[in-house]
């Protein structure tokens, strides 16, 4: 079945300290990729995408990710987090044929500790 | 500019009630997407408005759930006759055009959504 998947449900990390979000994805071809964060009280925010071309993606925040087709991975990582980093952070695909709508995946929470 | 709005914020009823959960895109965005985040089913797409385009109405989980777009602006999520499964966070996206793999969704901040 074509889906999303963030394994891990919970990530603690110290404040300073890297960080990496797992994102996998399974389709017949590679979907367009997204991540979004949301923060507290707040909406989703667009972090970063990939359609094609360059497989490291810069987003804002001090975030990239690395798409790997090989492994069907699209990773979120920031070499050093801060405390405002605190949140919850979905991967979200839109299938190759171009439907309209995202696909979540069921998201990581982060926190960070001092 | 303004962001996507959403109101009310937070919505308590009564099982069997009817709400409507209202949503402001952001002015010149011609699509709009709903979606809806709960404990038990994460985030997922329940209807998209494109212009003047047939909705896609795909993701609505049951006929008790409709959504209107009005002028091709605000647009409204109703949910007959509430069951308790229904309490969740409803999301208001709105993008520049659809073709959601090229236009940013935006999205609003949500209505908290508790059936008693």
């Known amino acids: 079945a074509q889906s999303v998947t963030q394994p891990d449900i919970h990530i603690t990390v110290s404040e300073g300290a890297s960080l990496e979000l797992r994102c996998n994805y399974s389709y017949g071809a590679t979907p367009y990729l997204f991540w979004y964060v949301q923060s507290p009280g707040q909406g989703l925010q667009l972090l970063l995408k990939?359609?094609?071309?360059?497989?490291l993606v810069q987003g804002i925040k001090g975030f990239e990710a690395e798409f790997k087709r090989s492994q069907s991975s699209f990773n979120l990582r920031k070499p050093s987090v801060h405390w405002s980093d605190a949140a919850e952070y979905f991967c979200?695909?839109?299938?190759?044929?171009?439907?309209?709508?995202?696909?979540f995946g069921t998201g990581t929470r982060l926190t960070i500790i001092p | 500019g303004a962001g996507v709005s959403q109101s009310p914020s937070n919505k308590v009823t009564e099982k069997g009630k009817d709400v409507e959960l209202r949503c402001d895109p952001i002015?010149?965005?011609?699509?709009l997407y709903w979606y809806r985040q709960s404990l038990g089913q994460g985030l997922e797409f329940l209807i998209y408005?494109?212009?003047?385009?047939?909705?896609?109405k795909s993701g609505l989980p049951s006929d008790r759930f409709s959504a209107e777009r009005t002028g091709g602006s605000v647009s409204t999520l109703t949910i007959q006759r509430t069951q308790q499964e229904d309490s969740a966070v409803y999301l208001c996206?709105?993008?520049?055009?659809?073709?959601?793999?090229?236009?940013?969704?935006?999205f609003g901040p949500g209505t908290r959504l508790t059936v008693l």
């Open positions: 979200a695909v839109v299938p190759p044929w171009g439907n309209e709508k995202l696909t």
């Open positions: 002015s010149g965005h011609t699509a």
């Open positions: 408005f494109q212009g003047n385009s047939a909705p896609d």
């Open positions: 990939y359609f094609s071309g360059d497989t």
């Open positions: 996206a709105s993008s520049l055009s659809g073709r959601a793999f090229y236009n940013e969704q935006f």
